[in-house]
Each structure stands twice: as structure tokens, then as C-alpha cells.
């Protein structure tokens, strides 16, 4: 957390973000891995949601309330679906990668200049 503080200029931003912070750690991480499955990418998610978080910060005017719950909500579900799809993405991109050069036409010997 210390590196999320040390973004945030004003001493009101990191007290907020704080309370921000322990009020919906726990939130946060469920709704990553209820999207993402893995509890290593639910923790990117949620990684990528403070980074968020800390550019707003001083926009929220107070950290633990409905809004602010809802609001720290959609940022985290929308880092989850940003990296569902890239590892949707990479996944289907490795099924498409030729494992091996037997079939491809531009080996060494058949391709000249």
C-alpha cells in the first residue's frame, strides 16, 4: 500500500485512499476472482484498480459510502474484464502459433531474396 500512498500528493488524498483501501480490499478481490478465476490475476486486477483509484482520488469526497463502494466496484470489474480479454486474447493467439516450422513455406532453404 505504501507504493499507492507515495502516488498521492496531498496528505487528505492518503488518508482517504487509506480508508478507501481497507474498507474494500476484501470487495475488490472477490469481485476480480468471481470474473477471473485465478487468484494470481484477481490480484492484478485489483492491483491495476488502486493504480486507478490513486488518479481519482481526490474526486472522491468520501471513501466509505455507497457511491464510493459502487464506484471502486466498476473500476475493479473493469480491470477484470480488461485482463480476461487480453489473456482471452493471448490464449487463443498461442492456439493459433505454429508449434513447429515442418509446415511453414518460408523455411531457411525455400525463401531467397
Not at 478465476?37 to 492484478?44: T, V
Amino acid at each position: 500500500m505504501l507504493v499507492y500512498l507515495a502516488m498521492i500528493p496531498t496528505e487528505e488524498g492518503r488518508n482517504k485512499f487509506a480508508l478507501l483501501y481497507w474498507e474494500y480490499r476484501d470487495l475488490m478481490f472477490y469481485l476480480a476472482l468471481r470474473i477471473l478465476g485465478s487468484q494470481q490475476d484477481a490480484e492484478d486486477a485489483v492491483q491495476e484498480a488502486l493504480l486507478r483509484i490513486t488518479e481519482i482520488i481526490e474526486k472522491i469526497h468520501d471513501p466509505v459510502c455507497p457511491e464510493t463502494k459502487a464506484l471502486v466496484g466498476m473500476i475493479v470489474e473493469g480491470k477484470a474484464l480488461d485482463l480476461y480479454r487480453r489473456r482471452r486474447r493471448q490464449h487463443l493467439f498461442d492456439l493459433q502459433a505454429p508449434t513447429s516450422m515442418s509446415g511453414c513455406a518460408a523455411r531457411a532453404g525455400d525463401w531467397a531474396p
